[in-house]
């Protein structure tokens, strides 16, 4: 994954689907385009098809069942969302829970079709050992924080220090901050304290300018990359 | 719902979706116009926008969950498979059951929505129970005898007559019979138990001559109607 | 069941198991000699065990799998609960939810192994659902009032006439009603308005002096009881 | 842990609760003493408080809710457990998996407590992620073997070796071999292998002779240990 990593999540609010997505989804590609940053979201399962076809970022499903092509009504499948056009999946949000066994096997049958894969994980303990899994990133949200308004960045930055030294027993695997992140500073923040990138969601899909805060977010994520890189 | 009601689930075969399930939904419709019967087809979430923009017969979800829009990374709502194109959902399908309180939620949020409701249940002494909450059909599975090839009809036709007692208690709601549905006299015979329609999955989705297939069904399906009707 | 049903339940309280719990069972069985009332209790699974040997009064589980004896590591039965001495067993409770299919076959193997039943429903119109389903008793509690202190009765009665009105539907099954029951007179309300008894937890657990509270519960059933018998 | 292990999982077996589960655990007990091994047996939660009381070998749930006490209905704590005479709980056995999240809260929670965990995986590349969650052991199963009476040792050998080498990355975590033991060989080879020791359930619970299968496993237990201490 290209650094910095900006994932915007879309969950489940009533401009995650439909139109007002697709409208989304063009502002977000606007600013990708503009500052060169591939900018992630992950979309519902209804509106994968439909947003690939109309943006060239990357979409992502926010869940993928781990299971086989077959009689498995209301599945959704790694098969199905590839076909749609996704380019890889959220796995394990707090809002989603699923079990170790089910990541494990959906990391591995998302890498073995060319997909990219970003596991959730709510405490730093569980950084290396999710990251030994193999995942393309694994990202770590408070969840006593996420959509608060209030960051991680802030409010625990220890989560994120503690999670970036975990996740370097675990070579290749990127470590993403979420949970509140509202400003550029929470963005800045985070990375400087040694995340690859950040996760959103609220703070975009809620915003009055989407656009003003995702040019925000992603100049932040620029700047403290750079910083880093010197 | 029109009867007969004929209604084809997808599932999560490797022609349930992308191109070759495009290609399936227009077979279906070429045959429920031939016939001027609303054969209903449900589709993956993924699935349902793309499908929907390309037929014009009923599309229905296969499973859709019963909450409200929000953060809730990974919901499929009642919402997006509106916006998508849905006309209704499946619920509690043997392969992706639900508890109650959610089927009560589902169903009573899909009619809010103007969408249709079809719950299965997998024994008679569920059907006036679930109808009671007033979904548009009960679709009744031995779950023993899905995809077995082996019909409800032939096998264990007092599954339907008990089903078709019981429907009665709950006016307004049709029966729909299912598992191992394959052939005509499958469909006719279900029907002429007093069941207003049948269900059928892999004997459709896995055939060689699908539109042959579908053509048998909905023929004696209405054969089975008419004579009823006499 | 004998009317006034009070039952109450341990739920998982620091006094819910261990010693703690076998004298809070004293207690409760004391009141229940003193004025001839079955007070039923629901306790952990762990516990029925201890206070059945202790106890003469009605020992529920707060929770049974639906389940057949087998190769099911974790699994508690029917046949394990009523070994342990259980007279019955709660289900559905709002606090742990389970499949309409798994209520109906709990409901069924209790009944066969000569066990009560009492499901709970978070909604008047689950009750003649669940009710048809044939067991002992239904449970309504709206689950905003679980341990509030405010009590049904009080707050939402219409919640009870309506609860009242949807088990005439099935006769044999008893109404009780739940939900942030905490003085005699909630209790009497409850029963005036149609209910046969009530479901209690924190008011009893979290109490001071519990052998009052018991006591203040039934001497307000019996008062009801009686006055409707009139 | 004292090695070698032997863990005997009682599962819901009609002699795994009651009297018969009583006199199952004295036999075990009775083996244990004889040949100084401590025999590790897991029952379900509403057998722990009469078996403890009757044998001093290690009893162990077959699971425990990763919740704290409180409003709770069903759960069974850590608390319970552990006041019922549990001296550890196996968790995530296939037939009752959680979530990651849940793994590693009741892991710790079982610790804080002064109880032990084994934690049950499928698949060898889950067992150094879960080594470092901290558990006292990790029980490695491949399901498909499990009840068969083909054991991991004959037939997936290497699932044992590779096991062994993961669960070196996580010093102080032993690695348990289950599935499909049913001679004294397997248990022999599984030990010898590298395992520290070996999980049993249907060989000894659906045993003509459960001593002599019992005494065979804990002998050749000694044996492999021995050689292996050479």
Partial sequence: MKKPIVLINFKAYENSFGKKA???????????????????ISVPATEIYRIAQEVSIPVYAEHVDAVDLGARTGAITVEMIKEAGAKGSLLNHSER??????????VKKLRREGLESVV?????????????IGPDAVLIEPPELIGTG????????EVITKGV?????????????????????DVYTAIKLGASGIGV??????????????????KSALRAIEEKGR
Same sequence: chains 1, 2, 3, 4.
């Avoid at 730093?124 to 030994?132: E, I, L, R, S």
């Fill in 22 to 40: 697709v409208e989304m989804a063009k502002v977000i590609e606007g600013v990708s385009k503009d500052y060169s940053v591939d900018v992630i």
């Fill in 97 to 106: 829970r699923i079990r170790f066994d089910e990541i494990d096997d959906a």
């Fill in 120 to 132: 959730c994980v709510d405490r730093y303990t569980m950084v290396a050992p999710v990251g030994m």
């Fill in 150 to 157: 209030i960051s991680v960045s802030r409010a625990k930055p």
């Fill in 165 to 185: 030294e975990e996740i370097r027993k675990t070579p290749g695997v990127e470590l993403i901050a979420g949970a509140g992140i509202s400003t550029g500073e």
């Fill in 201 to 218: 969601a609220s703070a975009v899909m809620k915003a009055k300018e989407p656009r003003k805060v995702v040019e925000d977010f992603v």
